[in-house]
């Protein structure tokens, strides 16, 4: 079995973490769009119907990923160091752990997904699946740069929050006004929206969306490499 793998199983092999991955997702899409919408309308947004049932399958893959991508980096610090040292370097090590947090990471995006087909007649299926996608990487690229520098559970974990419902309540349709600069899923909130509503998505916001997901995963990667032979 590859290192990947081997990362992957010592996450799944403990049945409350499968369930994490699996059941949290799914209940969270099937019970909070109405919770988005009172949210939005305190806030001045708009976020209502189909379009906020949408927006919660990308918050719950987004939420989960980023909780797994903070203990994915933060609990394996002894054990990155000993494979580092052993010969495999940090580089490696970090392929293998933050290529196992995104297989994961990609089972809480279908377990969110699916919930959101059950929920609703998605417009456009294959929109959603990519923007739920993208809401999970960049959250396990969140988690995983908090966990690289940040070992304390109680701090790293409040701070991925803190990030989270900063990023939230001031994205697409939860505010009057434009979102902020730190609204950092804005696009891929933007793409989940307009296939709930059967709306198309620019060119412009895709390309956006690949830019900013990429580059956080690159530099969740640098991190976690840098902070690995800090270790070392």
Not at 132 to 154: D, K, N, Q, R, W
Not at 191 to 205: K, N, Q, S, Y
């Amino acid at each position: 079995m590859t290192r990947t793998g081997v990362f992957a199983r010592e996450q799944l092999r403990a049945p409350f973490t499968v369930a994490l991955l699996v059941v949290i997702p799914a209940l969270f899409v099937m019970s909070a769009a109405g919770a988005l919408s009172d949210f939005a309308s305190a806030l001045g947004g708009s976020l209502t119907g189909d379009a906020a049932v949408g927006l919660s399958a990308g918050w719950a893959a987004a939420f989960i990923s980023g909780a797994l991508g903070f203990f994915q980096a933060a609990s394996s610090r002894g054990a990155d160091r000993r494979l580092a040292l052993a010969g495999l370097g940090p580089a490696r090590v970090a392929v293998s752990r933050i290529a196992a947090s995104v297989g994961l990471a990609f089972i809480a995006a279908t377990a969110a997904f699916v919930a959101l087909l059950l929920r609703v007649d998605v417009a456009h299926p294959l929109h959603a699946a990519v923007a739920v996608l993208a809401f999970a990487l960049l959250y396990l690229a969140i988690g995983v740069l908090v966990g690289s520098l940040i070992a304390a559970p109680l701090e790293g974990s409040l701070l991925v929050v803190f990030i989270f419902l900063l990023d939230a309540f001031a994205g697409p349709g939860m505010s009057g006004g434009p979102p902020p600069p730190w609204a950092v899923s804005q696009k891929a909130a933007d793409i989940l929206i307009a296939a709930g509503t059967g709306t198309g998505t620019p060119t412009d916001d895709w390309v956006k969306v690949a830019v900013v997901t990429v580059g956080a995963l690159v530099a969740a990667f640098l991190v976690f490499v840098a902070s690995a032979r800090n270790r070392a």
